[in-house]
């Protein structure tokens, strides 16, 4: 009766903390779909008096959300498709391959985890400046192909990898760059999926890079191009709402169609030290 009253208590935790979750999920959600001068009615309502579809049309007509839409999409692809390589590449090399310093070299490399992002900030404008990059996207691609994140992460899952694999591949006369490609890396699509899930969510939502060194519109992303929607004397929040909710289609499917590798991976590669 004990165990039962515990795991009642804690399924009530658990439920309360995910209503805490979804309740402004889908109070943004309602929101997208009432008239403006429904938003600060009191008592409040999830629902105005009609289902007004026309906000989603207007983010398109009042500002150039496509363009917003296809700058982060941009972005996002070459920075994940870019952190997949390089940190895999940068795993296999820590966790396989003996060279002199390594384990030295990872403390290093890892111990950049610890960096505040905001301490290189700074550094990363004025080296950004030096090459032009400035209201570029380069300047939001180039720093962040590599990651030492991801380097710990695929470092983690091939240590789970056992060693006779690599042994019958020297074996049969393979390199490390053919161990690499042809056995390590196929086994490796739950940590793939884990990182380009966690990269793809940090480039998408980024606000302070684009704020920093991106000036003109054109140039701008889905979270800095919505905080341009916001006015300084007044706010459409409905069609602010929609184009919130629009911005999170794409999170959501990565993270649908990743699910189940999503899970393996972030699993797996905590089983080894």
């Not at 795991?7 to 658990?14: F, K, Q, R, S, T």
């Amino acid at each position: 009766m004990k165990r039962k009253n515990t795991a009642i208590l804690y399924h009530l935790i658990l439920m309360s903390g995910a209503m805490t979750m979804v309740i402004p999920f889908f109070w943004m959600l309602s929101t997208s779909f009432k008239d403006l001068r429904e938003v600060f009615v009191f008592p409040p309502t999830f629902f105005g008096e009609r289902i007004i579809w026309q906000n989603y049309l207007k983010v398109s007509d009042r500002y150039p959300f496509g363009l917003f839409f296809f700058n982060s999409i941009k972005i996002s692809f070459f920075v994940v498709l870019a952190q997949l390589l390089t940190s895999s590449m940068a795993g296999f090399a820590f966790s396989r391959i003996k060279f002199k310093g390594r384990e030295m070299l990872f403390s290093l490399y890892l111990g950049t985890l610890i960096v505040p992002f905001h301490v290189t900030l700074v550094p990363t404008f004025l080296i950004m400046k030096y090459f032009g990059w400035i209201d570029s996207h380069l300047s939001l691609i180039i720093p962040s192909l590599v990651s030492a994140f991801g380097t710990f992460l695929m470092r983690q899952f091939f240590l789970t990898i056992p060693e006779e694999l690599e042994n019958a591949a020297r074996i049969d006369g393979c390199n490390p760059a053919m161990i690499y490609l042809l056995i390590f890396l196929p086994l490796t699509k739950p940590a793939l999926a884990t990182l380009g899930v966690f990269t793809f969510m940090g480039i998408w939502n980024d606000f302070i890079r684009p704020l920093v060194f991106i000036n003109s519109i054109p140039k701008m992303t889905v979270p800095l191009g919505l905080a341009t929607m916001q006015g300084m004397y007044s706010t459409d929040w409905p069609v602010l709402m929609a184009g919130t909710v629009i911005s999170l289609i794409p999170v959501l499917v990565a993270f649908i169609l990743a699910q189940e590798y999503f899970v393996r991976g972030v699993t797996l590669s905590g089983l080894k030290g």
